[in-house]
């Protein structure tokens, strides 16, 4: 998506953001649908209860990989990981910029 809003003519820093503020967007409709989730019984909302876990336990997995493997954050793993903050560097001229 990135790489989207750089196409765009964003620079990285604000592609990256824009994105950031996306997510947040996400995050805040989630928690806004899960409030608003309607009853069908104890039986089928238990069912319900399981699947939204293992939904969020697979967001959880794939975040805590990303810092665990070093493939997005490098050194800085840790500092990324409590404070949210990504520093972005300019890109170089010389790289073109592709969507997969």
Request: charged share 20%; net charge negative; aromatic share 10%.
């Amino acid at each position: 998506m990135v790489a989207i809003c750089r196409r765009a003519g964003m620079p990285a820093q604000m592609a990256f953001d824009h994105i950031g503020g996306m997510l947040l967007s996400c995050y805040h409709d989630w928690y806004l649908a899960l409030a608003d989730l309607p009853s069908w019984g104890q039986s089928v909302d238990s069912e319900v209860q399981q699947y939204i876990r293992g939904v969020q336990n697979v967001v959880k997995a794939n975040l805590h990989w990303s810092f665990r493997s070093g493939r997005y954050f490098g050194e800085a793993n840790e500092e990324v990981r409590k404070t949210g903050i990504v520093t972005v560097q300019p890109q170089s001229a010389d790289v073109e910029l592709s969507i997969l």
